[in-house]
């Protein structure tokens, strides 16, 4: 019998973590952060793990849970700890209960203390000294006793667009991780100066710290938190809400009295050391691809700025070198001490600049060296990575060469699928039936990371970088047909269905580090751009996502938020009706994403989202509110303003609050999402009733079941079988049984929809997945012929996607990205056994969802409908 310490349960099987390094750098100690999954019931204690590598040494390692199964044990836990492994190898470390014995260790154990001088953060290897009135962020560094950094020589500035300067002050300080390993440290304040002293932008800094390392993480986001004021549903740039300044930099300064010099790489891969003896300014303007004046970069007047291709260096006053794509490294350094910079997305993110003279570092965010003020959207916020190494002795510049690719340390596929954390994953390969349309769908999603129309290499097409644009898939779907001047249609694609879940998920499934990449980078882009960062507009705006852009047309000067000026034409400006919306809400991949990393903001996006479900529908907080309390119905409409049934706009406020519960476990979450089910959905709706045959505007109602499926299991999972989980299975049941009878592959009713593309078959895998649910739900009885007709459907899917020469466009294949795999899993076959609490008649008539004003707006619309015919009758035949 196993202590009741045990961490492993009954099961001592060790856990793999594999680290592959494939940039040709050695590396030693470098810092990791993983998030791993456990099976329900496996892991109560990660204080009693330990980690051994290959050599079965043990490593020191830091674990911290980051979300519980319903019974209290691990369900998701971030590791960290310092890994080695030589170029181009792959090194394998394990997880396993920890012996009786603590091997000593005579490394020093970080500390945080607080002083008259400030917050000082002790790795054993270097003494930080921080600001804690404003984010500098240093005041001093002191590495072996020496002092590295001179005192308050460090700064963080930002100048606006008429040259006055902002400092960052401070408001809330906290030590938001402790460990052994890594401590970081948040602030948050905002940005006071110029002439008024009144606040300019906020920001939140986040700085981590290493056990025995001079390396300091900075991850500072700037934000605008001013409301757009988007009149008309136009939301481009140049909108009153914007905010403009000419520089945005951190600077740091050696404590060195004598005569320094500077080392820098500009590729870390391939170039060779280079030294300057006074100054150099290493500045990207451009992607420096084929397509770097690509119409992307368009500022509010319509004219790009970018001046030449990609980077220039200059050193001791003449051009050094010039080229593409940097991602430099770049060392100060005299006798005794030096500091090295490396900025994570140099190149991608441009413009992005590095000065080095008389022992100082700025390094530009937002450079001054941009010929065009930079201007950052009302409620639009940018996260900047920069990592620091200070030291004595000889410093070189290859000291951070790891900055610009980092290890990311994973499980093997298997234990992702046995941990259970997503439903129905199995990995590539292993499909419980391995047919014919399960090989091809997996090839058709690979496409979106391997070969010449990858979705990396489509990038390349509109020139999809930038600070405001990396990350973000090119919406090649809208540009079929296009035939305009001016190069190709611009259109971002903004996380629609959910890109960030269909990585993640193939990640899991492959182990293939590029879909990690494509996770990461659209994650870190969803969050900064396409999430509206203000708390100052309509509660049905404030904090929400924005759509794709507008339907085949060029995205001009509205970036990633849908409608714009420039494409009104013959419209009235009143009737475009752009900004965030419940149907286009995406928060399953930004679960994944903090679970996989522990970035806080995936976590904050998380939850802001759902709080935006909650806020959106809140009567009370609408204008007139006091009038009339009832729910305002926008977390639940989808298409038309009175259609509150199943569909995806309903569909995507539920799945949102149940991430956002399984984030936090807050039961308000859950609570709302079960008002919304009621609200929608019933046992003994009139299906025929509810129009879903109208393809063109129904077609989602397979979204919300699909949620409704995930419901279902989450209830499942924590033991609920409640009269709510009655309800929500027997209106699954009884649409499923409707969708036997009546549905049919979307490519026999194309001369239903207005524009018949390849992504109509696409959507048939939601059907499929509908009928997994149904028969993982039915009775024993019922089960075999919604498990055929989940075959059926997903069959005919990818038979008729393959039909289209269009088929691998982006949005199919995202859509078989976030749904195919779950055909593969032999889990929804089995059935879940479940005594029917209730019957279908026991809940009672189907009650029709009134929202507020409802009565208000019908008698607009009967008086609007009475002026037009007035009109007509009296105008001139």
Sequence with gaps: MLSERSPFGTDMRPVRIVVEERAGIRRVAEPVTVGLPWPKGRLWSPALLELRCAGGQRVPMQAQILARWSDNSTKWMLLDFQACVEPLATAVYELLPAGPVRPDDDTPEMTVETSSDGLIVDTGAALFVLDMQRFSPFRSVRVGGSQVLRHGASETVLIDNRGARYEPRIECLEVETRGQLRTTLRACGVFRGGMTRRPFATFVGRMSFFRASGVAEIRFTIRNPRAARHRGGLWDLGDPGSIYFKELSISTSLASRGSTAIDWLVEPRTSTKREARADLELYQDSSGGDNWKSFNHANRDRVVMNVFRGYRVIADGGLQGQGDRASPVVTVRDAERGMTVAVDGFWQNFPRAIEARAGSLRIGLFPAQYRDIHELQAGEQKTHIVTLQFGTGSVEATALRWAHDRLVPRAMPEWYAE?????????????????????????????????????????????????????DVYADHEAVGHHGAGGPLVAHYNNQYDVVYGAAVQYLRSGDRRWFDLTRDLARHVIDIDIYHTDRDRPAFNGGMFWHTEHYKDAATCTHRGYSRANVGDRSRWSCGGGPSSEHNYTSGLSIYYYLTGDPLGKESVQGLADWVVAMDDGRRRFGGWLDRRATGFASVTASRDYHGPGRGCGNSINALLDGHAATGERRYLEKAEELIRRSIHPRDDITGRGLDDVEHRWSYTVFLQVLGKYLDAKAEAGQIDRMFAFARESLLHYARWMARHEVPYKVVLDRVEIPTETWPAQDIRKANVFAFATKYADANESPNFAERADFFFARCISDLQSFETARLTRPIVILMTNAYVQGSSEWRSGVPHRRLTSPNDFGEPRQFVPQFAELQRLRSWVVALFRRLHQSVSPM
């Design 419 to 471: 941990s259970a954390v997503v439903p129905y994953l199995t990995p590539i390969g292993n499909e419980a039936e391995v047919s014919r349309p399960l090989i091809d769908a997996d090839t058709l999603v690979k496409t979106a990371v391997t070969g010449a129309q990858s979705f990396l290499a489509r990038r390349e097409i509109i020139d999809e970088y930038g600070w405001r644009h990396f990350g």
